[in-house]
């Protein structure tokens, strides 16, 4: 009897043995499985998400488009909704974030958002300039989302969609009918059947007291360094130039833009001559930053005839003349006004007037007035 107790001790050991075993198996397979089904997906558009399963349909979007016109004036994402038809994917309470080249992120929380489904198209809009917003998104094109002024740096950087995608992109397109692909590629940009065409752009100007010198802009990235004070000093005027985005017909020729690099500091030049232009290329210290900044009338014996296509204009009309002065110092500097009588008064505190003519026409333009940026 004692030994056939022990027999059957060991038995029973050997079958308990046996059992946690098998459990022990059990629950290493179905965590390995777990851990396994939590790994990344390689060459998956999702970062840092696990693969879907197909026995665990899931939905989420997909980043992919962004368009922005060079001053942000209209600036859009688009999104795929993807995965399974009958799996909504919830955007309410998530951050769209987005990082810069320099390192610095903007963030907007998404609210009231509906539920989205499969095949579904999602858009963000933004405006820095309201006037744009209220005249062409708000009324043309359905946004879903809207995002802050300056949202997206043009000049590259991250964005992120909370816990759903991740999408670094380079310098946007920036001639106003162009938008940037997921893959990098250059493709039309419309939203909704609606194409973007924005053919103007606001030039804005900037003022350093303590420098007393002038600068002009149409680069949101510029903008957004300056307003920041992440380049101190420099004020916006409240002056803007109204130039074209390219030659939306005959009349129109690019400005050049150069940074004059002097021992007593540095400043920019533009000139819409093509003699100015190529006499600067032969100076040491100029330093071409582009041949088109944007688009102009060229005067014609010191005036502005009427042979350009303004804003909302179907016929050819004469463009205002644009005047330029230069302080004359070594720490050279020029500026650009619209009135005789502001280039008086910057005659009278000791500029000099240049330009074409008795009057000192630089360009032919149009100023533009709108709301504040946001």
């Not at 043995?17 to 059990?26: D, G, W």
């Not at 017909?249 to 940074?259: K, N, S, T």
């Amino acid at each position: 009897m004692g030994a056939r107790s022990s027999s059957l001790g060991v038995r029973m050991r050997l079958k308990c043995t046996v059992v946690v075993a098998s459990a022990f198996l059990a629950w290493t397979g179905a965590a390995f499985a777990a851990e396994e089904r939590m790994l990344p997906c390689k060459n998956h558009y999702i970062l840092n998400e696990p693969c879907p399963l197909p026995d665990e349909p899931v939905g989420t979007v997909r980043i992919t488009k962004l368009f922005s016109t060079v001053d942000a004036a209209i600036q859009s994402v688009e999104l795929d909704v993807v995965g399974a038809a009958d799996q909504p994917v919830k955007l309410s309470g998530r951050k769209v974030t987005v990082r810069d080249r320099r390192g610095v992120e903007r963030s907007v929380a998404l609210k009231a958002a509906p539920l989205y489904f499969k095949r579904s198209r999602v858009v963000f809009g933004g405006s820095a300039w309201g006037v744009r917003m209220d005249g062409m998104l708000a009324s043309q094109v359905d946004i879903d989302h809207a995002m802050p002024g300056y949202f997206l740096p043009i000049d590259g950087g991250q964005i992120s969609i909370e816990g759903l995608d991740t999408l670094a992109f380079s310098a946007l397109p920036t001639d106003g009918r162009s938008a940037l692909a997921r893959d990098g590629s250059i493709v039309p940009a419309f939203v909704h059947g609606v194409i973007y065409d924005e053919d103007f752009t606001f030039v804005s100007e900037f003022y350093n007291a303590e420098l007393d010198h002038y600068f002009m802009t149409n680069r949101a990235d510029e903008i957004v360094l300056l307003e920041s004070g992440a380049i101190p000093g420099w004020q916006p005027t409240g002056h803007l130039l109204y130039g074209a985005t390219r030659p939306i017909e005959e009349g129109y020729r690019p400005v050049c833009r150069y940074l004059l690099e002097r021992e007593s500091g540095y400043s920019h030049f533009f000139s819409v001559r093509p003699d100015e232009c190529a006499a600067l290329a032969g100076v040491p210290g100029n330093v071409l930053e582009t041949a088109a900044a944007f688009y102009v009338g060229v005067p014609v014996d010191g005036g502005c005839a009427a042979h350009l296509l303004g804003p909302g204009h179907a016929t050819l009309v004469s463009a205002p003349p644009v005047y330029r002065l230069w302080n004359g110092k070594p720490h050279t500097n020029h500026r650009f006004v619209k009135t005789l009588a502001e280039r008086d008064a910057m005659v009278a505190r000791g500029w000099i007037s240049e330009g074409e003519g008795p009057d000192g026409v630089a360009m032919c333009a149009w100023w533009h007035n709108p709301p504040a940026p946001d």
